[in-house]
């Protein structure tokens, strides 16, 4: 990583395991918050999935929600990152805020989100973006890009003037956190982690070491 430390403020370079907010999710608000001010997409974030068989991987996906219950993103349920978690219905998640310095990592079990929700999130996306869930098979090999502005064409003129349902395909996920990692880059690559488990009705917070 090449990231230098932050230097708009003291706070900024600071993470220590006595000071942190015990509740993990207004830790995370404070710096998402802080990461809005200073990268183009916060809500960037890695994917990291396994299949039946525990092959992992990984892929970069937008936080569309998140609160107490967990920390939302839409796809296609036939693609490969809803088929992994079909099969093996945990994940985690990495934030990573080059010019902070910083990471957060959260691990969690996931289930889909209720269709209500889906709906109100796909009718706030564009038209164009609503008709590229009916025209893409997500994951799904095709012949060209011309195939899939076809498909694309195709889905245009059927929806040419009318609404855009949210189709049975597609939805979100929502990942219930047990673990956060907080991390802020260090000097020598002397970094500081702080971490977050599950402790009775709260949470334990510790250091790691680097």
């Known amino acids: 990583m090449h990231a230098s430390l932050p230097a708009d403020g003291a706070d900024d370079a600071t993470l220590d395991e006595r000071t942190v907010d015990p509740d993990p999710l207004v ?10 001010r200073a990268v183009a997409a916060p809500e960037a974030m890695a994917l990291a999935t396994a299949d039946a068989a525990g092959r992992p991987s990984v892929r970069m996906v937008l936080l569309k929600s998140w609160g107490e219950e967990g ?12 088929r992994d ?29 209720g269709d209500a929700e889906a709906d109100e999130y796909f009718a706030s996306r564009g038209v164009a973006s609503r008709i590229g869930a009916y025209a893409s098979h997500q994951s799904r090999p095709i012949a060209s890009r011309a195939e899939l502005d076809a498909q694309t064409a195709v889905w245009s003129v059927n929806f040419a003037g009318g609404d855009v349902p949210r189709p049975p395909w597609w939805g979100g996920w929502r990942l219930a956190p047990r673990a956060f990692e907080f991390w802020q880059l260090g000097a020598d690559r002397m970094h500081d982690r702080v971490a977050y488990e599950p402790s009775g009705q709260g949470w334990s917070v510790h250091r790691l070491q680097p």
Request: cysteine-free; charged content about 25%.
């Open 71 to 82: 920390f939302v993103f839409y796809t296609n349920y036939d693609g490969r990152k809803s």
């Open 85 to 113: 978690l079909e099969a093996n219905p945990e994940a985690a998640l990495l934030f990573y805020w080059e010019p902070l310095g910083r990471q957060v990592r959260i691990e969690g079990s996931v289930t889909r989100t």
């Open 27 to 36: 830790q995370f608000r404070q710096w998402y918050e802080r990461a809005g």
